[in-house]
């Protein structure tokens, strides 16, 4: 009996080569919009200590109460836990690294982030995102900021249908505050209540305002607003990112019921969604979180950022007919004959050392097998050596595009032909 296939686990998804492709354009993309905006990057560990997640980002989330990927190190004992988001750990290592001290820092990261639940389209159990963290700005200008460096990606990659959503969730006073009516409110209509709102009226309440049950919807609708309870300072620094984005001409919509599934963020929060991937619409979300890092065992130190989901991403541009992109190979290298095959080897790495990309064919065939692979490489022109032309130190030059046109020229001259034949992207 043989032994059965392995698979990957479900929600944990293989990314094949064509596939990769895009990814990397969208990475190198990106990479490049952040570091026009002087953001730097950091990288972090995939595991962090379980009370991290706990502390950051509360207790009673459904993320720490049902979504983590948690277990005990065999070695010593202690708690670990798969990076549900990457904030936490951003501002761990910040703290851990002392990189605050006495400068502010705009930072980035991009990986892999892990949470137990169900997948479906464009929410995976492994996925991976586009972290961005401002720590130590405490003005309305890199909150809007930040929501403009979105609005210029989107225009950069060509995405459309997205639009973009603010609130502001004030300060912890005001929120107390608003808590506690929330509390009163819906211990009066506790049997229009879900299982999810029942478990959080005590915990989470805010949260309540954030579900999708239409059963609830207009008890919802009747709920305090978190916007009747905001202090001046707190509504000064809201209506400060308004004007930001309304002197660049970014639309928006205020919407009071936007909550953020997580406990740590304050004043702007903000999200990105369209209306193209069902219910999984936000493709981009953040805000402020200024209590964060004090949390963490920090020093009090404000701090501003936001996430984008890449496979959500990359499924808005697949939608919109984008291809995955060819690797722009130059040059396939075809050969047959002892003699022939070493003079190929060393000539495919003085085309490489010209910055020429080059496929040498490998596991022999014959002439013909070896120029239907090299068709099929996407390549701009063959180099075709035999041991005749191994002999004669040459080799021939084959337009694979544009008529064919073919030529035998000395190995010493191959790059400064495909030069001259406009071949070469280098």
Excluded at 98 to 116: D, E
Excluded at 187 to 197: F, G, K, M, S
Excluded at 364 to 370: E, I, L, P
Aim: hydrophobic share 40%; glycine share 8%; proline share 4%.
């Amino acid at each position: 009996m043989s032994n059965p296939t392995l698979q990957a686990v479900r929600g944990m998804n293989d990314i094949l080569p064509d596939e990769a492709q895009l990814w990397l354009w969208f990475e190198d993309t990106v990479r490049e919009w952040l570091e026009s905006y002087g953001y730097r990057n950091i990288r972090m560990p995939l595991v962090e200590p379980t009370a991290l997640f706990k502390r950051a980002i509360g207790e009673v989330t459904d993320i720490v109460e049902k979504e983590m990927y948690s277990f005990e190190d065999g070695l010593n004992g202690d708690h670990l836990t798969l990076r549900p988001e990457g904030t936490a750990s951003c501002v761990r290592a910040v703290l851990q690294h002392n990189l605050l001290y006495n400068a502010p820092q705009r930072l980035w990261y991009a990986g892999a982030m892990f949470r137990h639940e169900r997948p479906q389209k464009g929410r995976y159990r492994q996925f991976h995102q586009i972290g961005v963290e401002s720590l130590g700005f405490a003005g309305p200008d890199i909150d809007a900021e930040q929501i403009l460096m979105c609005a210029r990606l989107w225009k950069e990659l060509g995405i459309r249908d997205v639009g973009l959503q603010i609130n502001t969730l004030g300060d912890v006073a005001s929120r107390q505050r608003h808590r506690e009516k929330l509390i009163t409110y819906f211990e009066q209509h506790t049997a229009l209540l879900d299982a999810d709102a029942t478990r959080r009226l005590h915990t989470n309440p805010l949260r309540i305002l954030d579900s999708k049950n239409p059963a609830m919807q207009d008890i919802i609708a009747g709920a305090p607003r978190l916007m009747d309870e905001l202090d001046a300072e707190a509504i000064a620094h809201f209506e400060a990112v308004k004007a930001i984005l309304d002197q660049h001409g970014v639309a928006y919509e205020i919407n009071p019921r936007l909550v953020r599934g997580l406990d740590y963020y304050n004043r702007t929060v903000f999200e990105w969604v369209t209306t193209r991937l069902g219910a999984q619409g936000t493709i981009c979300a953040g805000g402020r979180y200024d209590g964060l890092i004090e949390q963490i065992g920090g020093k009090a130190a404000p701090a501003c950022g936001f996430a984008m989901g890449i496979e959500r991403l990359l499924a808005l541009l697949q939608e919109d007919g984008m291809k995955n992109p060819l690797v722009p190979l130059d040059v396939y290298l075809v050969h047959q004959g002892d003699a022939a095959s070493k003079l190929a080897s060393t000539v495919a790495e003085q085309l490489r050392d010209a910055d020429l990309k080059v496929v040498l064919h490998c596991g022999g065939g014959s002439f013909k097998s070896q120029m239907k692979k090299a068709d099929s490489s996407g390549a701009l022109c063959a180099v075709i050596i035999g041991d005749d032309e191994a002999q004669a130190g040459q080799a021939t030059l084959k337009l694979l595009r544009e008529g064919g046109e073919q030529v035998r020229v000395a190995t010493a001259d191959l790059q400064q032909k495909i030069r001259e034949l406009n071949l070469s992207r280098g």
